[in-house]
């Protein structure tokens, strides 16, 4: 959930943890997360940076490394 707040902030360019659109998404995934509301997807990320602050920087970062190397390569190899 928290790497895909922080995908979704850093993607839209919108502050905050987008809870409202990852709560939407797990109720369309499953029938067993439909019991996940705004408040709840909130307070659980804010949890989860609270208390795995460093990881998530960590992960994040790595991630955008990936996303660039592929994104270099795909530039140069692709096929106009």
Same mark, same amino acid.
């Given at each position: 959930?928290?790497?895909?707040?922080?995908?979704?902030?850093?993607?839209? &360019?919108?502050?905050?943890? @987008? #809870?409202? +659109?990852?709560?939407? !998404?797990?109720?369309?995934?499953?029938?067993?997360?439909?019991?996940?509301?705004?408040?709840?997807?909130?307070?659980?990320?804010? &949890?989860?940076?609270?208390? @795995? #602050?460093? +990881?998530?920087?960590? !992960?994040?970062?790595?991630?955008?490394?990936?996303?660039?190397?592929?994104?270099?390569?795909?530039?140069?190899?692709?096929?106009?």
């Amino acid at each position: 959930m928290a790497l895909l707040a922080d995908h979704l902030h850093v993607t839209t &360019r919108r502050h905050g943890p @987008h #809870a409202t +659109e990852i709560a939407a !998404l797990c109720q369309e995934w499953g029938p067993d997360l439909s019991h996940l509301n705004r408040e709840i997807v909130y307070r659980r990320l804010k &949890r989860l940076e609270t208390s @795995h #602050a460093g +990881e998530l920087h960590r !992960l994040v970062r790595d991630e955008a490394q990936q996303m660039k190397a592929e994104q270099a390569f795909f530039e140069r190899f692709a096929e106009p």
